[in-house]
């Protein structure tokens, strides 16, 4: 890359981290600190700067005189009806599901519309037609703006900051008095920083009206808490009725997303995605996939992609999250040209955008498919194909990482297919090899994989998770983003997200022998004689498959838990895939604790076969988890 465009994207990064830290401050809102647009908020007025900033947003407006001559009313003072501050919110923050609604009606339909699609509100729509033209008060605003914070991502303060909200509001007491879900409503607002007290004793006054003013401060506040990013439903969805599936898109995307585009996106990426739904995403006659992202249009002036995400309905019961981050990566990826037999860089690269920002940044989003170790032939004999290979991007992060003085190896190459420097992923392309010449010393990338893959083999460089990567400040502290909590693999539970493929019987669906490996210690797989016996069994057993070779040294079974519901006796074999047969590992007699842990010799397998020779008292297997660790 030319130092020109290594400097230039490093300003625009350091713009967008100071733009982002004003924002979330607050200092922001003193850049409208002169030049005002209405005469009846002045610079010397309380809420003029937020006035200026939510005029200049588009989110509110005069109510007479020209605001571009300088010479607007504002009307300040005046009330806000549930019609007005319902339209100026979703305006604001669902501008695109807005302006798909009907508009049917008064001026303010649409926004009640969508107020009642999105639940934004406790009343139905025939109420808030009926009441449009009515003020709100304080605590029906509260309502709302939490609920909009709910929707759009934010992480909303936990019980500890709402308590200490609580603390310092002095009517606190007629808040809980007036309804029951009050207290709820108020304290998450005012820890949010998106409503304060009325006075200076901190009265929050819940039946207190909503003045223009007051709206002005809301927005500006709100507009700090949620994330500049929307994603939103697009064509097909009646294809999937379940409202998880796009929970889940939801969820993923605004974790995802924003850690993406902080690193790689800068501002010339869309911030908006649509999702669409197909019945089928054919591939070619043979095969298919789940979700794709499909460039709508070029931007020659941004010089980037616009782009959304298509989903399978056939594959509306798969996983979601690693498929939907994967697809994300592609769209910060927004290469005009970048060729390759099979675009490794691009399918890797999307595969560490799930891998890095999603999986590895949560313990309960983490699971055996983003489980790899240092013996695993997977990570080892990766070469250059679409794919994979998450573990050397894990390794050139870690050795060559991005700093406040410079970019590192993958963004350089990123940032350089993006501004069409490099137009290959090729191994041996020497555009390619002369930004990790550069970055790294070594001529090309093949001589830097070899020396990955030296590294892996003396034990000087493995993986355990992300906390200590020098470029974690760049995804950090985002407004309305939970900071990861950077899971490692120890204590990681191999089983998690195994699946059983035989099974000797099960009472019902709510005892599945799936439980068993869900990493809910709470849920159970249950199974009588009679259901054993059912599929002609004569006694318990299920075998499991990890998806691919693990190693461990340690299973831990937890059982019904009393006396009674305990499992007494069971063997554990696994399948030895050279001589293509079980082997037996442990087997235990006479056990009478809750939850069982057995330390055995260190094996690598991927399939178990559990029996329960003896499941208690009445026959029944009663098991809660099975749990497979590597302790070394």
Not at 15 to 32: E, F, H, K, N, Q
Not at 283 to 311: K, Y
Not at 472 to 479: A, G
Request: negative net charge.
């Amino acid at each position: 890359m030319k130092k020109s465009v290594v400097h230039k994207k490093l300003v625009r990064l350091a713009a967008c981290v100071l733009a982002a830290a004003l924002m979330w401050s607050g200092a922001a809102i003193s850049a409208w600190a002169a030049g005002g647009h209405f005469t009846d908020v002045p610079a010397t007025h309380w809420a003029y700067s937020y006035v200026e900033r939510a005029y200049s947003d588009g989110a509110v407006s005069g109510t007479g005189g020209d605001p571009a001559a300088g010479t607007g009313v504002f009307s300040p003072n005046s009330n806000m009806t549930y019609g007005q501050l319902l339209t100026m919110l979703t305006s604001a923050f669902y501008p695109e599901e807005l302006a798909k609604m009907s508009k049917e009606g008064p001026w303010y339909a649409p926004a009640i519309r969508l107020t009642v699609e999105r639940e934004l509100y406790y009343l139905d729509e025939s109420w808030l037609m009926e009441n449009a033209g009515r003020d709100i008060n304080r605590y029906n605003a509260s309502y709302i703006i939490v609920k909009i914070l709910e929707d759009r991502g934010f992480h909303m303060p936990d019980k500890q900051a709402r308590e200490a909200a609580a603390r310092n509001i002095s009517d606190w007491k007629q808040v809980g008095e007036d309804a029951a879900a009050w207290p709820y409503y108020v304290s998450t607002a005012v820890a949010a920083g998106v409503m304060s007290g009325v006075d200076s004793s901190g009265t929050f006054h819940g039946g207190g009206r909503i003045t223009r003013a007051s709206a002005a401060v809301i927005y500006t506040s709100m507009s700090q808490c949620i994330p500049r990013f929307s994603v939103t439903k697009g064509d097909g969805w009646s294809l999937i009725p379940d409202p998880a599936y796009w929970k889940k898109i939801e969820e993923t995307f605004y974790t995802v997303y924003p850690r993406l585009w902080a690193r790689w996106g800068g501002g010339v990426i869309q911030k908006h995605i649509s999702v669409n739904a197909q019945e089928i995403l054919k591939i070619n006659s043979e095969s298919e996939a789940l979700m794709w992202t499909r460039g709508i249009r070029f931007d020659d002036v941004g010089h980037v992609w616009e782009r959304d995400i298509e989903v399978s309905a056939k594959y509306k019961d798969g996983p979601v999250s690693p498929g939907f981050a994967h697809e994300l990566g592609h769209v910060v990826q927004s290469y005009r040209d970048v060729t390759s037999n099979g675009h490794w860089w691009r399918e890797c690269m999307a595969d560490y955008s799930d891998f890095r920002y999603r999986a590895w940044t949560n313990r309960k989003d983490l699971d055996w498919s983003n489980i790899f170790q240092t013996g695993d032939r997977e990570q080892r004999d990766w070469y250059f194909t679409p794919y994979g290979g998450q573990w050397f991007f894990a390794y050139m992060d870690s050795r060559y990482p991005t700093t406040p003085q410079g970019y590192g190896l993958i963004d350089s190459i990123h940032f350089a297919m993006q501004a069409g420097e490099i137009t290959s992923d090729d191994p041996n392309d020497p555009n390619l090899n002369a930004v990790v010449k550069r970055v790294t010393g070594f001529d090309t990338i093949e001589q830097l994989h070899q020396q990955y893959i030296r590294e892996l083999d003396e034990g000087t460089w493995t993986f355990n998770g992300f906390a200590d990567y020098l470029d974690n400040y760049i995804t950090e502290n985002l407004p309305g983003i939970p900071n990861p909590t950077y899971p490692t693999l120890e204590g990681f539970n191999l089983c998690t997200g195994a699946f059983p493929y035989e099974v000797s019987g099960e009472a019902s669906p709510q005892y599945a022998a799936s439980n068993l490996m869900d990493g809910d210690p709470n849920t159970q797989w249950q199974a009588s004689r009679k259901d054993s016996a059912a599929n002609g069994e004569k006694t318990h057993n299920l075998c499991i498959s990890l998806g691919r070779e693990l190693t461990f040294d340690t299973y831990v079974l937890r059982h019904g838990g009393s006396q009674g519901e305990n499992t007494r006796d069971w063997r554990i074999s696994y399948y030895d895939e050279e001589k293509e047969q079980w082997i037996q590992f442990d087997e235990v007699h006479g056990n009478t604790q809750d939850v069982t842990t057995r330390t055995v010799k260190q094996l690598t397998a991927q399939s178990f076969w559990l029996e329960i020779l003896d499941p208690g008292a009445d026959g029944t297997v009663r098991l809660n988890e099975l749990e497979l660790y590597y302790n070394k």
